[in-house]
């Protein structure tokens, strides 16, 4: 059994799971190729192997900068003397044995020819110094033919024409998978707007208004107030970073409720329980403190005695839990759910987007618990795996 037909049944049985397949063969490669067992065996592997190369390198897209190396690994995993990648533009890398020139117009010439059809073309042996033959294979995005990879040999065979097919099915998953890590990305980024949208028009008004409040009366106190002030925009309003840690967060919270004190005086008390273990957690920026700031706006304020405030973390095995408790005004659990499943602007929006980003992040289970009830406070639940992959952390 040749690689290329070895290539075609592992990529068009093995489908999505072949990343999962590859790892468990790289832990066999490292005790030793003897380990892979047969000759097809290690075929398999080789194929598997070259594609989790070629994955990262097609995320970006056939127009992103990053696509050329792809074109290599595609020929080792096709073992055919050259390839190359067509995106809407024309050809965008080229790996090959052969006149690039020459082998850079006869993909652009295979390519038209697949995307008048549609489907794979098989063309014979050309003119030139490579007079090689070549397959066409369309790279099939959301129904539109979003690239084509095109196979150079001596002969094609047809193994080689099943294996392109497959390859090139291989690529638009990889593409489909990058624009849905784009969309991911730029849907976090959205809620992260919302949220300091939130912030800017409510906040900081009243702090201001706090601030000024003293300017007369305890100079002091107003130039305190105003370096809070500062170090909580800049961190809420800071541009890149979407993961920040536990100790972060709380530093911005206290400049939060030192800004809040101003304005409720002793209505407003607040008590911290953090095992220090948990400080280097890393959690989603902007995550516990629109909780605190929902517990404060409509929890607190609305009652005319104010209220005290709780803030725990603590380890849990596996996961940091993190809690913020009130004993504010509440609300009824059945408005709270309808809440949580809108996406309406007003109020509640903060906790809402927490909610929203915890579950894209950590799954459907990720998602924040919320114990309330009418004129019974409310207490929010986080919990945040312990291992994560690394995460950009300082946005400046």
Same mark, same amino acid.
């Given at each position: ?5 070895? $290539? ?26 003897? !380990? ?5 065996? *290690? ?7 070259q594609a989790s190369l070629a994955a990262p390198h097609l995320r ?5 900068? @990053? ?27 080229? @790996?090959?044995?052969? !006149? ?32 090689? %033959? ?22 094609? /065979? ?10 090139? *099915? ?13 969309? /991911? =990305? ?21 702090? $201001? ?8 009366? @305890?100079?002091?106190?107003?130039? %305190?107030?105003?370096? %809070? ?18 100790? %972060? ?21 607040? =008590? ?16 516990? *403190? ?8 409509h929890g607190l304020e609305p009652g005319e005695g104010g209220g ?18 009130? @004993?504010?005004?509440?609300? !009824? ?5 309808? $809440?949580?499943?809108?996406?309406? !602007? ?13 579950? *894209? ?31 950009? $952390?300082?946005?400046?």
């Amino acid at each position: 059994m040749t690689d290329a037909a070895v $290539l075609a049944a592992v990529l068009g049985v093995v489908g999505g799971v072949a990343l999962t397949v590859l790892l468990l063969l790289a832990r066999r490669l490292a005790k030793g190729t003897a !380990d892979l067992g047969s000759d097809a065996d *290690q075929a398999a592997f080789r194929a598997l192997h070259q594609a989790s190369l070629a994955a990262p390198h097609l995320r970006g897209g056939l127009d992103g900068p @990053d696509v050329a190396p792809a074109a290599r690994h595609l020929r080792a995993l096709l073992g055919s003397t050259a390839v190359a990648l067509v995106g809407a533009e024309g050809v965008v890398a080229i @790996d090959g044995q052969a !006149d690039a020139a020459e082998l850079t117009g006869a993909a652009a010439r295979v390519a038209e020819r697949v995307r008048a059809t549609g489907r794979r073309q098989v063309v014979p042996r050309g003119e030139g110094a490579h007079a090689l %033959e070549a397959v066409g294979a369309p790279i099939v995005v959301d129904g539109m033919v979003a690239g084509v990879v095109v196979a150079f040999a001596s002969p094609v /065979r047809a193994a080689l024409v099943r294996a392109a097919g497959e390859v090139a *099915q291989w690529c638009a998953a990889q593409l489909e998978a990058g624009e849905l890590d784009a969309s /991911r =990305t730029a849907l976090a980024e959205a809620e992260l707007r919302s949220l300091r949208a939130q912030i800017s028009p409510h906040f900081i008004y009243n702090a $201001l208004t706090a601030i000024a409040s003293f300017i007369h009366t @305890d100079p002091p106190r107003a130039r %305190e107030l105003v370096l %809070e002030f500062a170090d909580f925009t800049r961190y809420s309003f800071r541009r890149q970073g979407e993961f920040t840690t536990l100790a %972060e967060e709380l530093r911005s919270i206290h400049s939060y409720l030192e800004l809040e004190r101003a304005r409720f005086g002793d209505r407003l008390q607040v =008590t911290l329980r953090i095992a220090p273990e948990t400080l280097a957690t890393v959690i989603p920026f902007l995550s516990v *403190q629109p909780i605190v700031e929902n517990a404060v706006r409509h929890g607190l304020e609305p009652g005319e005695g104010g209220g005290t405030i709780r803030i725990e973390a603590r380890d849990d095995a596996t996961h940091t839990e993190i809690t913020v408790d009130d @004993d504010g005004v509440g609300m !009824d659990p059945e408005a709270l759910r309808d $809440l949580l499943s809108t996406a309406a !602007d007003g109020a509640h929006v903060g906790i809402r987007n927490v909610d929203t980003r915890l579950r *894209q992040l950590y799954g459907p289970d990720g998602g924040l618990v919320v114990e309330t009830g009418t004129g019974a406070g409310t207490l929010v639940r986080m919990r945040v795996p312990k291992s994560q992959p690394h995460h950009e $952390l300082d946005g400046g």
